[in-house]
Structures are given as C-alpha cells and as structure tokens.
Antibody, heavy 117, light 106 residues
C-alpha cells in the first residue's frame, strides 16, 4: 500500500522558514517523480514543485521560485520542501504526491503551514 | 506559463442529468490533460489522464475528451456521490498548473 506521510508544518512568522518532510513507503520511491501541491483554506489546488527520481531535475511554480527548494533522499525514502521568505499567501495545506504516468495518483494527508504574525 | 480556465465555476443539476465541464488551456498541451475529483473534506482523486483515459476503478459514467487547448469532462448520469469540485491540470509542461475548479452540486 502506498503511504505518504508529511510532517513539518507549523505556524511561522512572515519572512520565516520551514522544512517539510514526506516519508514514503509501499512503492519504488527512487524511481518515482515526486511533487508538492498546496491548497489554501477554502481554495483550489496549486502545484508547487516537482523533482525527478535521481533528484537532478527540479521545477517550481513562479510564485515560489527562488524561495522554495525541493529535494529528496532516496536512501531514506524521503521528500523535502525547504521554504524560505515565507509570505501570508503561502498559508495552505501542503501535500506530498506521487506521479504515475502523466498524472498524480497518490496523495499524502497533508501538513498545514500558517504564515502569520 | 500555461494558464488553465474552467467553466462553469459551479453548477447544480438533478440526479441522472448529463453534466459537462470545460477546461481550456492558454497554449497547446496536446493530450496531456488530467481531471481530478475532490469531495468535500477529502483528498483529490484521479479520474482521467491523457485527456480521455479513465483511471482504474472510476465509474464509466465519467468520460473525458479533447486535445490541444479545449477539453471536456462529462458525467453521463449525475449521482449523489458525484458532489465534488472537479479540477483539470496541465501535464504537458512546467509549471503543471491546475484549473480553478468546478463545484458540482445536486
């Protein structure tokens, strides 16, 4: 069974930093593209970032480019999202998701991030 | 960047009705279009990928069509359990933008 368990979400002040983690199991993590997707309260889905299986290719939404960094540790089956210079508009639940053939097939339960003073 | 638009933003229909949701991309995305369903308080669920391929386990009353810039999600006979918000997603090129969603009620 595929499991994606996020952690690291918290309340942080504007301008602050957070590191999200996602522990993956039940599938070949080291061969999977992985993404972060976020959803603001009562909002829609927003794609944030993705990373290829060996970690050598990363892509970002324009809204987070230069502030967020996606990475992975295949030895630990863990995905990360380093978030810096956080803004109020980054407030959302952040989902770790697994790509399977041109789509997102598996979602974690999400970890909430609140940016507020 | 590719922008995704959906219409309508919300709709209400009767049980058994045929429902059509449209998704339009600002550039040609070939057939790399994905549809998701998100029921209230639940995680999104993959419905259709590559514009028209039904994900395993999804009821056949759901179907997708289109290519290039214009796409359609159709529910042939709306059921109470289909109350949800439906999102399309560009999967052709980064950033992999989602549409704003279409809320379906009964």
């Amino acid at each position: 069974e595929v499991q994606l368990v996020e952690s690291g979400g918290n309340l942080v002040q504007p301008g602050g930093s957070l590191r999200l983690s996602c522990a993956a199991s039940g599938f070949p993590f080291s061969r999977s593209w992985m993404h972060w997707v976020r959803q603001a309260p009562r909002g829609g889905l927003v794609w944030v970032s993705r990373i290829n299986p060996d970690g050598g290719t990363t892509r970002y939404a324009d809204s987070v480019k230069g502030r967020f960094t996606i990475s992975r540790d295949n030895a630990k089956n863990t995905l990360y999202l380093e978030m810096n210079s956080l803004r109020a508009e980054d407030t959302a639940v952040y989902f770790c998701v697994r790509e399977v053939y041109w789509s997102i097939e598996h979602w974690g339960q999400g970890t909430p991030v609140t940016v507020s003073s | 960047d590719i922008q995704m638009a959906q219409s309508p933003s919300s709709l209400s229909a009767s049980v058994g009705a045929r429902v059509t949701i449209t998704c339009r991309a600002s550039q040609d995305i070939r057939n790399h279009l994905v549809w998701y369903q998100q029921k209230p308080g639940r995680l999104p669920n993959l419905l259709i990928y590559e514009a028209s391929i039904l994900q395993s386990g999804v009821p056949p009353r759901f179907s997708g069509s289109g290519s290039g810039t214009d796409f359609t999600l159709t529910i042939s006979s709306l059921q109470p359990e289909d109350v949800a918000t439906y999102y399309c997603q560009n999967y052709n090129s980064d950033p992999l933008t989602f549409g704003p969603g279409t809320k379906v009620d009964i």
